[in-house]
């Protein structure tokens, strides 16, 4: 049986007196992609953000996986700063892009990179041997990150410069460089044409094997969320209404209900 990586337990969130998620539970195996899927306002993106420390839940705890001396134990996650979380190894993408539009390509990388950096403010001010090793060290990693991107030729160009579909992929490189365990990617197939969208599924199954990544998406694109999901999880009206694999989801009738309204099933 697979290792847990992320547990959600019994998780519910209320915005003043709107519930926004219900009883959420979840238990994320290792090395799996795992897709969350609903209309809109059903609460997937509020689910992304009480992983990442951007609320905290009413109720519920949420756990991940850390190792400690070569033990490996679920640490409570819950009331974490969205800092401290990416700290632990988890990373995002969002919904809307979060590029730094007049900073180059590189510099998008590197400023992701700098949360690990163990020199002192004295160190940078002074420019010392040890902030230059430093930097040149963050400086070959983002340059490594954008070959595997494509986008090396884009290196010193402004982010705002870039087409749509490369700064989606600059975005997910800048998630990498993070060096997360766990990857949550909110809709990354949108604004994309067919030809794009296929190529991101071939590059997200390739990021799981290169980085050895666990991998948690949210995307209304049935196309690729079929195509590339293991497992699926269906919220309406923040609650959880359906669960399993593809086949199994789509052929729910409460899954169809909730996207295509109400009609009576045989």
């Keep these: 049986m697979q290792n847990t990586v992320l547990k959600i337990d019994h998780v519910t969130h209320y915005f003043g007196g709107l519930r926004a998620v219900s009883d959420f539970n979840m238990e994320l195996p290792e090395g799996a992609i795992w897709g969350l899927i609903g209309p809109n306002g059903a609460g997937k993106t509020t689910i992304f953000n009480l992983i990442t420390g951007v609320y905290i839940p009413t109720k519920g705890k949420i756990y991940f996986r850390q190792e400690r001396k070569g033990e490996f134990y679920m640490e409570d996650i819950t009331r974490y700063k969205p800092h401290t979380i990416v700290s632990k190894g988890i990373a995002r993408t969002f919904q809307n892009l979060r590029i730094f539009p007049n900073l180059t390509v590189l510099d998008n990388i590197r400023i992701a990179e700098h949360f690990r950096v163990k020199y002192s403010l004295y160190d940078a001010v002074m420019r010392n041997k040890k902030f230059k090793e430093e930097e040149e060290k963050i400086k070959e990693e983002a340059m490594n990150l954008l070959k595997l991107f494509n986008l090396h030729s884009r290196t010193y160009t402004l982010a ?23 990857l949550l990617l909110d809709e990354p197939a949108a604004g994309m044409n067919p030809k794009e969208t296929q190529e991101l599924m071939d590059m997200i199954l390739w990021i799981r094997k290169e980085f050895n990544l666990t991998i948690f998406l949210i995307e209304h694109h049935m196309k690729f969320v079929m195509g590339i999901c293991e497992h699926i999880k269906v919220m309406d009206f923040g609650e959880t209404i359906a669960e399993g694999t593809p086949q199994e989801v789509s052929n729910n009738p409460r899954v169809i209900e909730a996207y295509l309204g109400r009609k009576k099933y045989a």
């Design 160 to 182: 705002k410069g870039l087409p749509y579909g490369e700064l989606r992929r600059l975005e997910i490189a800048r998630a990498l460089a993070t060096h997360p365990k766990l």
